[in-house]
């Protein structure tokens, strides 16, 4: 029996939507080709291409040491590890961008790690206790925790440096940065054979496609967000930001959620927070010129030291 011919009204309804999409489509290229022209001074690379190569290397090395020390390693040696980004940056910050830091960075970097590190490790509840989901430390473990510190302090300070170096605007950065990861990414799934089999997981679970074009947005997202700090602030800021957020979201949680803090942990929490303020007040303090003193005709009188 033959099917039931289309209504006049579903052809139009259906020439209507192609219509719809044909315009959109033709609208969505005139704007891409608008804006490449208009920015296409702007995606020239400032900076050598080798350059923009070293971040994507150390941003992939450190996600895969990440990942795979998550495999040998208890929770209290990731804490400590990833409490204490702000040591390697100033590290790394001495080496590549010679910079000097006092005493009193140190002092705040070391206090900033131990308060976060106490926060963390000393919960009220034991049902949110970390040592109930630990794993036996490694020292292969440990070694890919190390590794994961020092190529992440490496990839911000980096970053800081080309800002500095160049006038790098974020977008340029991002742009080749993300570029040089594709290209890795893709030569990596290639060497090992990979690739097929990745295309087929995506192919057979099609469900899994709007997660990963979500993670993927945010992620450019934050990537965004993290350019410009450290183009603004520069990477030991960042490393702070990244640090005391750990401290900041767990302290949420126990609000929203109802669970106690305990007495370790407002200990914690106090050294974090009063080592951060009591260091931008210093710095504010020490950026305010004195007040003019005024001699008895009214006049300003000089500082002392110059003539």
Known sequence: MAGALPTTKGVKDHKIWKGIFAVSGIM???????????SKKALVPVAP????CLISVSNILTTTCQ??????VSFPV?????????????????FIMQKT???????????VTLGCSIFILFPAGTDVSPYSKGRESTVWGVSLMVGYLGFDGFTSTFQDKLFKGYDMEIHNQIFYTTSCSCIL?????LLQGHLLSAIDFVYRHSDCFLDIVLLSTVATVSQFFISYTIRTFGALTFAAVMTTRQLVSIMLSC???????????????VIVFGSLYSKNFLKKA???PPPLQLTQDGAPSPVKGIP
């Not at 990942?67 to 040998?72: I, M």
């Not at 990414?185 to 799934?189: P, Q, R």
Request: glycine share 8%; hydrophobic share 50%; charged share 10%.
């Open 28 to 38: 969505v290229t005139l704007v891409i080709y608008g804006v490449l022209q208009a």
């Open 49 to 52: 291409i080798y350059k923009y």
């Open 67 to 72: 990942y795979e020390a998550l495999k040998y």
């Open 78 to 94: 990731q804490t400590l590890a990833k409490c204490a980004k702000m040591i390697p940056v100033m590290i790394w910050g001495t």
């Open 101 to 111: 830091y006092k005493g009193f960075d140190y002092l705040v970097a070391f206090l």
């Open 185 to 189: 990414s893709l030569t990596g799934l």
């Open 255 to 269: 609000v929203w959620f109802g669970h106690p803090l305990s007495w370790e942990q407002w200990i914690g929490a």
């Open 286 to 288: 020490s950026t305010n």
